[in-house]
């Protein structure tokens, strides 16, 4: 499936707030489709604080870190000037899955689905070598 590239104004505005989290392999595929070395491409990302998710058995919260496109001047490292994802076609799971149009019950389905891959080992293991984000501020946790 191709993604094409939008650029209205509540598809962005996420992209101006706090772009999408990655799941394991996003990153490989950004830093392919920048024609980057992994580990070259790991200065377009910072380790940010992640998401609070709560044990549906014991009603214990926890967060589980997260690796997210950095914030420069307010906007996610990929838009480019006219609002475009230089990436949107493998774009990461927290941007190309997630919207302002779904329901609270189907974001709460995928964010649950997210926080259960980002507590893959080696998803931390990279998180741990990437530095805090500066910006980064969820709502509503």
Same mark, same amino acid.
């Given at each position: 499936m191709t993604r094409t590239s939008c650029a209205c104004t509540a598809c962005v505005a996420c992209c101006h707030r706090q772009p999408g989290? $990655? &799941?394991p392999g996003d990153l490989e595929k950004i830093a392919a489709h $920048? %024609?980057?070395? &992994?580990? &070259? *491409? #790991?200065a377009h990302f910072w380790a940010s604080g992640g998401a609070l998710v709560q044990d549906q058995r014991t009603g214990r919260q926890f967060r589980i870190g997260s690796i997210t496109p950095r914030l420069v001047r %307010?906007?996610?490292v990929f838009l480019d000037d006219a609002d475009r994802c230089r990436v949107h076609a493998v774009a990461p799971f927290g941007c190309a899955y997630f919207d302002t149009h779904m329901s609270a019950a189907e974001g709460q389905r995928r %964010?649950?689905?997210l926080a259960l891959q980002q507590q893959d080992d080696d998803?931390?293991?990279?998180?741990?070598? $990437?530095?805090f *984000?500066?910006?980064? #501020?969820? #709502? %509503?946790?």
């Open positions: 989290p $990655l &799941v $920048l %024609g980057e070395p &992994v580990e &070259v *491409a #790991k %307010g906007r996610c %964010g649950t689905w998803y931390q293991a990279v998180r741990r070598t $990437l530095p *984000a500066t910006s980064y #501020k969820p #709502k %509503g946790y």
